[in-house]
């Protein structure tokens, strides 16, 4: 039976997520802070006929994250981790971000992230077998002045990720990094701007899906927008900057 732990699993990409992977013969490990859209989605997942374990936890807090990730394993050793609770990043007012705010992102995105994946590192290792996905962002390669917070974390998820996947891969454990563009989601409503070639979340699972499967180092889409996102960073800095105009925003704050 594959065990699959999903965090930021009650909306959005870990939802959509949820409900592709459901089905007869496997297990779901679910987590997002608030429980009521959680047990939801759980239900759904249920009704396809997988087995469904929830967890309302803070991915900020280390140790309890921690311990969940060696009680779960035990249990039932993990065979897929996909991270991928996180939030938004930006000032709503179009503002430099505060030194709050981006803390905040720094702390749920990037640290929050590692507090999941690394136990697991540790404990798939120990048995020289699992994988791990990373959600970081086309904002990897094209940072975006508007949230800067928000894409200097996936930036360090991307160069994480990939670091790792060349130590783990000769032990068994593949590492995968993800960079979505726009994806049509709570968090992703916030955003006040333009939205080139967004996706439905279902449409993004059934890549990240494909892409895992294939056990891809990168999963990067939509492919058009991720070869600009990645030919970017190759342009002169005041090229590059001034391409990036058209995707000024303004945005909330919210969670996945």
Known sequence: MPVILIT???????AALARHYAAPGTHLVLNARGLDRLDAVAAECRAKGAS???????????????????????AS??????????????HPGGE??????????????????????????TLMLARGRGQIALISSLA??????????????????????????????PRGVRMNVVT???????????????????????????RIARGLAR?????????????LARGSALLPEG??????????FKVGRSRR
């Open 8 to 14: 930021g699993a009650s909306s959005g990409i870990g």
């Open 52 to 74: 469904v374990a929830t967890r309302s936890l803070d991915v900020r807090d280390r140790p309890a994250v921690a311990a969940w990730m060696r009680e779960t394993d035990a």
């Open 77 to 90: 050793p993990l065979d897929l981790v996909i991270v991928n609770a996180g939030i938004n990043g930006g």
């Open 96 to 121: 430099v971000e505060t030194e709050a705010m981006a803390f905040e992102t720094v702390d749920v995105n990037l640290n929050g992230a590692l507090n999941v994946a690394l136990p697991c590192v």
């Open 140 to 169: 990897a390669f094209a940072p975006l002045p508007d949230a800067p917070a928000y894409s200097g974390t996936k930036a360090a998820l991307l160069a994480h990720g990939l670091a790792l996947r060349a130590k783990l891969g």
């Open 180 to 206: 979505p563009g726009y994806v049509k989601t709570t968090m992703g409503g916030d955003y006040e701007g333009w939205r080139p070639m967004e996706m439905s979340a279902e449409e993004a699972a059934l």
């Open 215 to 227: 056990d891809l180092d990168i999963i990067a889409f939509p492919e058009p927008l991720a070869s």
């Open 239 to 248: 090229l590059r900057r001034r391409s990036m105009r058209g995707f000024r």
